[in-house]
């Protein structure tokens, strides 16, 4: 019994103790995984600070390939990007290790066409191990023959299902071949993964800033090509103007130097007519009346051009102006001129602007002159002066209900010396309406006239 007891006790006891044993390696291992977890998640978190602190290419390749290089003990790592406009071209975006120089040399640039194992992270976007590069069917032969390459795994960088890249590393000569295991290449996925999110980020920073110099080159062009209008422009108003003040001085002058010989024509004519009258007889006495009553149109004519140079020649004096009290003003005067005529006339009160008086009134003595000339047929002529709004502009106008003119002919008004009338129906020289649009033209504004025959005119300016 005693015996039976001490035997059960021994196995008991022999079991026990293999219990323990194997509980004791058990925790050990545990114990062995939890430390290389806790290693692998310490690499991995200072590696995504790097990465969140990186501001360059270089930045990235530094905390990448020293992550992996710490965690894998591996002499050389490499990261190769897609181009962004030819996705199937690799180019090396870094590499650290004493193969350097020989990659940069031979493989700075890769196409995934022809190149079995880049092939295979495109289409399969998963690791690609090549254990024994000098019997997998995957390598260039040649080239691992030269480099003594060994080793080879290559894990794709992949951001939201575009395949930025790859992040790489391998063995050469005599570190012999390697056996990654399944946590080793799942620690590498890892990096390639916090890897994607940053060369994304710095890829879309480049393109953008790529951008942002393209339009301040395009904004710059289009700013030395508006500088290089403006100047075509300032060049030709300085010419233009040069030639219009040639011009002016020139019609000035001929228009000056035409007054003294036609003061003569007249001046002798009458002398003709004084002294030889009755040698002329009666025809002879009518023609040089008419020569007179040529050589006097002239000279009004003459004036008038040369009123029209000095109005366009002077200064302008701009300064706030009531409109309403101009037109009030030539109203009165017209009215004094002609107290019989039975003319309404009404100026209604218009928004103040900014002008020339003197110019402005010359204006409206001229449309209202004209508003007063043209109504002098009708039974009780209507004269407005106001303002409307066209297209938002306020607009101002001369209206009457005289003899208005063919609208057809509307584009002839402002051209000097053109008349729609004759002078047997009504007398003018034409110059009126020219001054005007000349004087509205130099306040940086546009006039225009609408007419019915028979019903009547309206003239709208803007200033
Ligand atoms: N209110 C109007 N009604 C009808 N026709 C007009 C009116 N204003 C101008 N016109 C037409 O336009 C022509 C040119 O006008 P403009 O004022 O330039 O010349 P004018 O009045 O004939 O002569 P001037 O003003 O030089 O004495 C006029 O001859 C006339 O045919
Ligand atoms: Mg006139």
Known sequence: MTALLASSFF???????????????????????????????????????ALEEARSYYDIQLATNSAVMERLKINNTWIYLA????????????????????IRTHTATLHVKGDAMLEEIMSSRNAVVVEDARTDPRTNKDFVEKEKIRTLVNVPIIMAD???????????????????????????????????????????????????EERKKAEEAVRNLNKELDERVKLRTAALDEANKELQAFSYSVSHDLRTPLRWVDGF??????????????????????????VQKMAGLIDDILKLSHLTRGEMHVEEINLTALAESVARELTALEPNRNVEFSCVKTHPVNGDAKLMRVALENLMGNAWKFTRNAQTAKIEFGETSIGGETVFFVSDNGAGFDQADKEKLFNPFQRLHSDAEFEGTGIG???VKRIITRHGGRIWGDGETGKGAVFYFII
């Open 269 to 294: 004519s009458q002398a003709l007519l004084e002294d030889y009258g009755d040698k002329l007889g009666d025809k002879g006495r009518r023609t040089v009346e008419r020569i007179r009553a040529g």
């Open 433 to 435: 309406l020219a001054t």
């Open 83 to 102: 181009t962004p406009d030819k996705p199937d071209v690799l180019e090396l975006l870094s590499f650290v290790g004493d193969r350097e120089g020989v």
């Open 162 to 212: 575009r395949l930025l890249g790859c992040l790489g590393l391998g063995t050469f000569g005599d570190e012999g071949i390697r056996r990654f295991s399944p946590e080793e290449i799942i620690f590498m996925e890892d990096v390639a993964t916090r890897t994607a999110v940053t060369v994304d980020r710095q890829r879309q920073f480049l393109i953008s800033q790529q951008e942002q």
């Open 11 to 49: 196995v008991i006891s022999a079991w026990l103790g293999l219990a323990l044993v194997r509980q004791r390696s058990q925790t050990l291992a545990y114990a062995k995984k939890l430390s290389e977890n806790r290693r692998d998640t310490d690499i991995l978190l200072r590696l995504s600070k």
